[in-house]
């Protein structure tokens, strides 16, 4: 016998910041026949947005998401209609300054949130709707997150296909020094000593120099944010430094085994509980739905191998 899954009301979501991240965002929900506005300074993201059936305002209701580069996060909000009773969230790539400076601003309304997902594209030119689905998106719980805040901003997050990690923002600034902030600059590091060696060594660069310096093509701006705001950015680069100590032999070894191993899924169910919600973020799982008391996710099969 099955028994039918409750539904839970849907908030309205209002994006400010319509280029990459915000404009996909707000185009997915779209699509999805969800009601979402939005709002940024460039009239063209404006219309790009309104063509994807996005309802272009500066009331803020719901579940408002700011989508707006990083040294822009604090003000984006000034002089626009914000409901009172508005959940704010964003999409920022750091989270401990972040959150600091945006629960000074809205207190207990606002939650930390970071898709992990994005092109080295920026602009509204790089919406893409499909761009969360199947991507992480962590989702802020500190000691005074509010819970149903939280659910409210991750639900929005499972609406357009992706997968929430609860973590707090420390936890955030560490893993992602180490996946994000750190292979910015290891690629910028590749690019800038095969540029040194001249105009032979770039003639042949091919997939795996292509690969490693993909990244650093994105707006500079963006990635000297993201790069120096993150606190455990320079103790993550410690950390590969001392890897590139080791005899190369061990360490491809051991690189290899970490990116070749296979991680199975097991579904698990979670209560609504802070402390249970961080400890499925802290084994590597996520959070795909939300029943009533409690979220459906899954973890890794095993633990991760360590190298
Ligand atoms: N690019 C990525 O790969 C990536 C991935 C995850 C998270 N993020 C985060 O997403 C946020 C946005 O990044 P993006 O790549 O979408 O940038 P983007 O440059 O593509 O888009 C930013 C948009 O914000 C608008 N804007 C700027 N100031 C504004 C303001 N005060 N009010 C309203 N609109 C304003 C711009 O006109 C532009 O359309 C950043 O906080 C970034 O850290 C980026």
Request: charged share 20%.
């Amino acid at each position: 016998m099955t028994f039918p899954v409750p539904t839970l009301p849907v908030p309205p979501v209002s994006v400010v910041g319509l280029g990459q991240l915000g404009g996909s965002l707000a185009a997915a929900l779209a699509a999805a026949g969800r009601p979402v506005t939005g709002w940024d300074v460039d009239p063209a993201a404006r219309d790009a947005a309104a063509a994807r059936g996005v309802s272009i305002t500066t009331v803020l209701t719901g579940v408002v998401v700011i989508a707006v580069p990083l040294p822009d996060l604090g003000s984006a909000l000034a002089g626009l209609d914000l409901d009172p009773d508005a959940t704010v969230t964003d999409v920022a790539s750091i989270k401990g300054p972040v959150v600091a400076e945006l629960t000074g601003v809205h207190g207990d309304r606002f939650v930390g949130g970071h898709p992990m997902c994005g092109t080295e594209r920026s602009g509204y030119e790089a919406t893409d709707p499909a761009l969360f689905r199947g991507a992480r998106w962590a989702v802020c719980l500190e000691p005074g997150t509010d819970l149903r805040r939280w659910l409210r901003v991750a639900e929005v997050a499972v609406a357009v296909g992706a997968e929430v990690v609860p973590v707090t923002a420390a936890e955030h600034d560490e893993a992602v020094a180490a996946v994000s902030a750190v292979p910015h600059l290891l690629a910028a590091a590749l690019a800038a000593a095969a540029g040194q060696a001249g105009p032979l060594t770039l003639g042949m660069g091919a997939g795996s120099f292509t690969d490693g310096t993909r990244v650093i093509a994105s707006d500079p701006a963006f990635v000297t944010a993201l790069v120096t705001g993150n606190p455990a950015t320079a103790d993550a680069l410690d950390r590969v430094r001392a890897q590139l100590d080791r005899p190369w032999a061990e360490l491809v070894a051991a690189g290899h085994a970490v990116r070749t191993a296979t991680r199975g899924r097991r579904p698990v169910r979670v209560p609504l509980d802070r402390a249970a919600l961080l400890a499925l973020g802290r084994a590597g799982g996520a959070v795909t739905r939300r029943l009533a008391a409690f979220v459906e996710g899954w973890v890794p099969d095993s633990p991760v191998a360590r190298g």
